[in-house]
């Protein structure tokens, strides 16, 4: 009797003109859009690109490529005429650079805040005011201390309803279940230029999903970042360890 009393009340809610989807018994939520970096390598690991209206996190060592992978993210998205915004605690933004790799610096926003909580203060703001289609906060190697519990919560809400990709920067994950993806990038060496007075070249990183909730983590590649690139954007053969996965000399801010 109780089965065919819900069958019954499920017939005459799809009866219902409410607006959008309804789902009975299960959620079915859509999947995030991507927002590309242009590296190929990197996009492909992240399935397409940064997830937008999510938190995803972008953490390593000092000299790992993090800072150089947003960097990326936000020239490649103001090439695409797409408004972006940099909240750089750091102070790891440098303008030429970003211009060298081809961003319209006219849609890159630079926020540079005394504080990280001034700069998560910040991101909330650039967020609530909409039309950014990227938002990089990095914090930095000096993580913040004791934040509020509900920062992140709340910066997860305004990127959702802004339908921005936000991306922090970080020496280790900070942001916890409020991410949607962890990349980890790890120094793999140090590259040179050969001749009589070897010349700093740039720096090779395997970056790796630590942990992600649209997929299976533990996916990685290698990434070259060099110091003079030619922009060609290559592919080159990664080492045995990293055959299955595709590595790229890219073009990123440096």
């Given at each position: 009797?109780?089965a065919?009393?819900?069958?019954?009340?499920?017939?005459?809610?799809?009866?219902?003109?409410?607006?959008?989807?309804?789902?009975?018994?299960?959620a079915?939520?859509?999947?995030?859009?991507r927002?590309?970096?242009?590296?190929?390598a990197?996009?492909?690991?992240?399935?397409?690109?940064?997830?937008?209206?999510?938190?995803?996190?972008?953490?390593?060592?000092?000299?790992?490529?993090?800072?150089?992978?947003?960097?990326?993210?936000?020239?490649a998205?103001?090439?695409?005429?797409?408004?972006?915004?940099?909240?750089?605690?750091?102070?790891?933004?440098?303008?030429?650079?970003?211009?060298?790799?081809?961003?319209?610096?006219?849609?890159?926003?630079?926020?540079?805040?005394?504080?990280?909580?001034?700069?998560?203060?910040?991101?909330?703001?650039?967020?609530?005011?909409?039309?950014?289609?990227?938002?990089?906060?990095?914090?930095?190697?000096?993580?913040?201390?004791?934040?509020?519990?509900?920062?992140?919560?709340?910066?997860?809400?305004?990127?959702?309803?802004?339908?921005?990709?936000?991306?922090?920067?970080?020496?280790?994950?900070?942001?916890?279940?409020?991410?949607?993806?962890?990349?980890?990038?790890?120094?793999?060496?140090?590259?040179?230029?050969?001749?009589?007075?070897?010349?700093?070249?740039?720096?090779?990183?395997?970056?790796?999903?630590?942990?992600?909730?649209?997929?299976?983590?533990?996916?990685?590649?290698?990434?070259?970042?060099?110091?003079?690139?030619?922009?060609?954007?290559?592919?080159?053969?990664?080492?045995?360890?990293?055959?299955?996965?595709?590595?790229?000399?890219?073009?990123?801010?440096?």
């Amino acid at each position: 009797m109780r089965a065919s009393t819900s069958h019954a009340a499920a017939l005459r809610l799809t009866d219902l003109a409410l607006p959008g989807r309804v789902y009975l018994g299960s959620a079915a939520p859509e999947l995030p859009r991507r927002l590309p970096c242009g590296i190929a390598a990197i996009d492909t690991l992240l399935g397409g690109g940064w997830p937008q209206g999510r938190i995803s996190e972008l953490n390593g060592p000092p000299s790992s490529g993090k800072t150089a992978l947003a960097l990326a993210l936000l020239a490649a998205t103001s090439r695409r005429g797409e408004v972006v915004a940099c909240v750089d605690l750091a102070d790891a933004l440098h303008p030429a650079s970003m211009a060298a790799a081809g961003a319209d610096l006219h849609s890159v926003l630079w926020v540079r805040p005394p504080s990280p909580r001034d700069g998560l203060r910040c991101t909330e703001l650039i967020l609530q005011a909409g039309g950014f289609a990227a938002v990089v906060l990095d914090l930095g190697q000096q993580l913040p201390h004791r934040l509020r519990l509900h920062t992140w919560p709340r910066l997860l809400h305004a990127a959702e309803q802004s339908h921005t990709a936000v991306v922090v920067v970080a020496a280790q994950p900070v942001a916890g279940s409020c991410a949607i993806i962890s990349v980890q990038m790890r120094p793999r060496q140090t590259l040179w230029q050969h001749g009589l007075w070897p010349l700093f070249d740039g720096f090779e990183s395997v970056a790796t999903v630590e942990r992600s909730k649209l997929g299976k983590p533990g996916q990685r590649t290698l990434l070259q970042v060099r110091s003079d690139p030619t922009g060609d954007g290559r592919w080159e053969t990664g080492d045995d360890d990293l055959a299955q996965h595709p590595s790229v000399e890219a073009d990123v801010c440096r």
